[in-house]
């Protein structure tokens, strides 16, 4: 068994602008539920781990550190994911960090880092990640 980490097609479709309003830099938000932007998430673990975080980042280049907005505070925890276990979430909750924000990608990691860290988890801290070519328009 592999763990894995399917990124479904994100509503709304690529290639739309998406107006965020909520807040001022760098605390801008898109309010968890707002249907402004929704990516189901689904996740199977091949090993058992007592704590895991699902972290989703709104990416704007190839680099870990190339993002503008990540799933705060819409990141769910599990204590404990069970090996083979399958979870299927929809993350509609992001803080922004700057506008205009061209996003070219969905990166997500299903990780057991629990010190605080919001950037991307290193190898070792990751159970499972997956990613997925979009392009949004984020603007105030």
């Not at 550190?65 to 299927?88: I, S």
């Not at 070219?104 to 629990?114: Q, V, Y």
């Not at 988890?121 to 990613?131: H, K, L, M």
Request: charged share 10%.
């Amino acid at each position: 068994m592999q763990s894995t980490l399917t990124i479904a097609p994100p509503a709304p479709s690529t290639g739309s602008t998406i107006h965020v309003t909520v807040g001022a830099p760098p605390g801008l938000f898109i309010p968890r539920g707002s249907g402004q932007l929704s990516i189901p998430v689904t996740v199977t673990s091949a090993r058992e781990v007592p704590w895991a975080q699902l972290y989703v980042y709104l990416m704007t280049g190839p680099n870990a550190m190339d993002y503008c907005g990540q799933n705060l505070p819409d990141a769910p925890t599990w204590a404990p994911f069970q090996k083979g276990q399958t979870v299927t979430v929809t993350i509609s909750g992001f803080q922004v960090a700057r506008l205009p924000c061209e996003v070219t990608g969905i990166r997500a990691f299903l990780h057991t880092r629990n010190n605080g860290s919001l950037t991307p988890p290193i190898s070792t801290d990751t159970v499972a990640e997956g990613s997925m070519n979009v392009n949004y328009h984020l603007v105030p």
